[in-house]
Structure formats: structure tokens, C-alpha cells
């Protein structure tokens, strides 16, 4: 389900600090993030209602914001527990736009782990979650999500799906990962976020190492 106005070239000539201006990517960029906090409750009034329509059992509502100052397509998702029910993912997130999901259990007694890839032309960007059916307080495992940058098509194959799942499963409740490449050459960033409970808000923004920090 997507929410909220794309973040375009011609968005931005309306704004004086742009008219002039050769728009960049950077500049799509920050403008998205500059415009985040206006359609934030009511992205949380939506995907609070989506749950709500659900019902209970392990679940996880993932919202994604896009300010990577460029289109985003979606490559696949995939599960190891669980799987997107009602709301799957959008096919396409424009710059400025929020994308909601949720993927809920599917068998007894059992969680929800997974992972979404999107990508641009230059690079897939993945971000994973794993929720399990009880509290991390009875079970010793808690809520843990991951983000990856990697070139194109690189979680096509199923051993490498495999490895990041492990990645996921051992990571924290927050993450931050920059590439593809590593320093300057990075371009892109994720920011993944998660909370307590057996149903928790996955929270991710796309973006880039210039502008989210």
C-alpha cells in the first residue's frame, strides 16, 4: 500500500531554494527527508489499522520510506516463517513515497523471519527481519532486523538468501548498511528499525550516504 506524493524534479522548482537549480539525486534526496514528518501519523494510523483488520498472532507491519532521490523496484521478497498476507509489497516506491506491508505467521506457534529486496539500476538493497512467536524474554532470541547493499540481482540465488537470514537472525534491533562498495564509493544507505512484542513496526528508509546520516 502506498502513501503519500512522490518527491519529483518538478516538485522542487516549485520551492524557491531549487528553481534555479540542475536537480540532483541529492537534492531529491533531502527534500523527501525534509517532507517525512508530514505524513507520518497518518502512516501509522493506516498501519495501525491494517493490523487491527489482521488480528492477532505474530505478525510484523514494515513501512518503508523512500528517499533515495530515485525510483524504487522491487526485486522479491521471501520468508522463512510467515509470509506477506492482505498488503503484499508495492512493485514500485517513488522518491518521497511510503510503502506499508505485513506479513504474519503462518503456522502454530511460529513467527515471522523474512527479507525485501528493492533495487535501482546499480544496486539491491536489502532489509530482513526476524520475529519470533514468543517474547526474546521466554525464548532468548528478541527482535532483530538487518539492511545489506549489494550489486544487482545478488540475492537471486538461494545460498546467498540463506547466509543473510543467519545475518539477520543475529543481528540487533537496529541496523545500518552502506554500499554497494564501501567509503566514498557507497552511495545508497538503509536504515533498519525494529521494537519489542510479537508484533512489532519493521521501520526502514532507502536512502543515500549524503544525506542520511
Known amino acids: 500500500m502506498l502513501l503519500g506524493s512522490a518527491v519529483t524534479p518538478s516538485l522542487l522548482r516549485t520551492d524557491p531554494r531549487y528553481e534555479k537549480d540542475d536537480i540532483t539525486s541529492k537534492m531529491l534526496s533531502s527534500y523527501a527527508l525534509e517532507q517525512r514528518s508530514a505524513t507520518d501519523a497518518e502512516v501509522m494510523k493506516v498501519i495501525n489499522?491494517?493490523?487491527d483488520e489482521y488480528g492477532v498472532g505474530a505478525s510484523t507491519l514494515i513501512r518503508i520510506f523512500n528517499a533515495s532521490g530515485e525510483r524504487l523496484f522491487l526485486r522479491g521478497d521471501f520468508h522463512v516463517r510467515g509470509n506477506s498476507w492482505k498488503y503484499p509489497f508495492d512493485t514500485i516506491i517513488e522518491n518521497g513515497q511510503w510503502s506499508l506491508a505485513l506479513v504474519v505467521h503462518t503456522g502454530s506457534m511460529e513467527g515471522v523471519a523474512g527479507g525485501v529486496v528493492y533495487h535501482t539500476a546499480t544496486a539491491d538493497?536489502?532489509?530482513g527481519w526476524d520475529v519470533p512467536y514468543f517474547d526474546g524474554s521466554i525464548?532468548?532470541?528478541k527482535n532483530t532486523v538487518y539492511g545489506e547493499i549489494r550489486k544487482p540481482q545478488y540475492w537471486?540465488?538461494?545460498?546467498?538468501?540463506?547466509?543473510v537470514h543467519k545475518r539477520t537472525n543475529k543481528?540487533?534491533?537496529s541496523c545500518?548498511?552502506?554500499g554497494p562498495g564501501t567509503g566514498d564509493d557507497a552511495v545508497y544507505r538503509v536504515a533498519v528499525l525494529t521494537a519489542a512484542g510479537t508484533s512489532p513496526i519493521?521501520?526502514?528508509t532507502i536512502g543515500r550516504t549524503d544525506t542520511l546520516k
Request: glycine letters at 8%; hydrophobic letters at 35%; charged letters at 30%.
Open 202 to 204: 519493521t521501520d526502514i
Open 156 to 163: 537471486d540465488q538461494q545460498a546467498q538468501r540463506d547466509e
Open 49 to 51: 489499522g491494517m493490523k
Open 125 to 127: 538493497l536489502f532489509c
Open 176 to 178: 545500518k548498511a552502506s
Open 171 to 173: 543481528a540487533a534491533a
Open 139 to 141: 525464548r532468548g532470541h
